[in-house]
C-alpha cells in the first residue's frame, strides 16, 4: 500500500535529444525511436509551418516514415503557436504516446520549447498594451535593429537566448521589462514543474570548424533544392512573424534588391553559424545533459539502456 505522502516513482521516460542545428539530431532521434518502436516530438519550432519546408531542414519523407513525427507541418504560418501553446498540446500528445509506449523521444534546437515541456513556463506578467502596441509600431517604421539594441540593453541574459532575428521574441522581452520594471530572463526558470515522467537528457556536439562545415553545406544543398523559390511563393506573408527568421529574411531582403543573392547566400550562412552559437549557450547551462559527438549512436544507445535499467 502506498502512504498518503509517499511519491510514486515514474515509469515513462522521456528522451530529450537537443544541439545545434545540422548536428544530426534528427538521424539519433529515428534510430532510437526505431530501438524502442516508439514516436518522436518535435521540439524545433521553425518546422511546425507547413508552408516553410526547404529553409528549415525538416525531414525527408524517408526519414518521417522511419518513426512516427509529431508537430511537423502541424500548423500554418498564418496561425499563433507560442510556447506556452506547445507546452499543453506536447503534454497531451505525450499523454497518448505514453498510454502505449513506455519510451517517448524529444528532439529539437529551441531551447524555449525545449524548457516547455521538460520544466513548463512560468506564468507570465499583464503587459501594457499600449506600450506593445508603440514596440510593433517601432518596428514597422524602422525594422528590427533598434528593439534588438534596445533589448541586448535592459536583458542580455535573454537577448543571448532567443532567435534575434525574430521581432515577436525581442518584441517580448522588451515589453515584460517595460511593463513591470523586470527581466524577462529572471522569469523563465524559477520553478519547475513536477513532470509525471522521468527524462534522460541527450546532447550533440562537435568540434566548431566541423559544425560550420556542416551548416555551410546544408545551406548550399537548401539553394540546390530550391530555397529561392520557396521564399518566393511566399512573399505575400513576409510580415507574418514566422518568416522573420534565418534563410529566409536574408532572401526577402535579396528580392528587395537590398542585397546581391551571393551576399544572402553569405548572409544566411553567418547567421545560421550564429544561431548554432546562440543554441549551444543555452544547453550547455543545463548540466543535466549528457554529450555525444553526432557518431556515437552505439554509446548514446547503450547509455539510454544504462539509465533504463538504473
Known amino acids: 500500500m502506498i502512504k498518503k505522502n509517499q511519491e510514486l516513482t515514474p515509469t515513462k521516460t522521456l528522451i530529450s535529444i537537443v544541439g ?33 519546408e526547404i529553409g528549415t531542414a525538416k525531414p525527408n519523407q524517408d526519414e518521417l516514415a522511419a518513426a512516427k513525427h509529431h508537430f511537423i507541418n502541424s500548423h500554418s504560418i498564418e496561425e499563433l503557436f507560442s510556447t506556452g501553446d506547445f507546452e499543453i498540446n506536447a503534454l497531451e500528445t505525450l499523454d497518448k504516446i505514453f498510454a502505449q509506449k513506455d519510451v517517448a523521444i524529444l528532439v529539437g534546437g529551441s531551447g524555449l520549447y525545449v524548457n516547455a515541456l521538460l520544466n513548463g513556463l512560468d506564468k507570465m506578467p499583464d503587459i501594457d498594451l499600449n506600450i506593445r502596441e508603440k514596440l ?51 522569469m523563465l526558470s524559477s520553478t519547475k514543474k513536477v513532470r509525471p515522467f522521468n527524462v534522460i537528457k541527450i ?17 548550399d544543398q537548401m539553394i540546390e533544392s530550391g530555397l529561392l523559390d520557396e521564399v518566393k511563393s511566399l512573399q505575400s506573408f513576409k510580415h507574418l512573424n514566422a ?63 544504462a539509465q533504463l535499467k538504473s
Open 20 to 52: 545545434p542545428t545540422a548536428i544530426g539530431k534528427t538521424g539519433l532521434a529515428i534510430s532510437i525511436a526505431q530501438v524502442f518502436n516508439t514516436e518522436i516530438i518535435s521540439a524545433d519550432s521553425r518546422q511546425f509551418f507547413k508552408e516553410m
Open 136 to 186: 510593433n509600431q517601432l518596428f514597422t517604421d524602422e525594422g528590427i535593429v533598434p528593439i534588438q539594441n534596445q533589448l541586448k540593453e535592459i536583458d542580455p541574459e535573454y537577448f543571448e537566448k532567443v532567435d534575434q532575428h525574430n521581432p515577436q521574441r525581442m518584441i517580448r522581452g522588451l515589453e515584460v521589462f517595460l511593463s513591470t520594471g523586470k527581466k524577462l530572463s529572471s
Open 203 to 219: 546532447g550533440l556536439n562537435t568540434d566548431r570548424k566541423i559544425l560550420y562545415t556542416q551548416i555551410n553545406n546544408r545551406v
Open 243 to 305: 518568416l522573420n527568421t534565418v534563410g529566409y529574411s536574408e532572401i526577402f531582403a535579396y528580392l528587395a534588391g537590398e542585397i546581391s543573392f551571393e551576399e544572402a547566400i553569405v548572409a544566411i550562412k553567418q547567421n545560421t553559424r550564429r544561431f548554432a552559437k546562440r543554441q549551444l549557450t543555452w544547453f550547455r547551462r543545463d548540466e543535466e545533459i549528457n554529450w555525444f559527438e553526432p557518431n556515437e549512436n552505439e554509446q548514446v544507445l547503450r547509455f539510454i539502456r
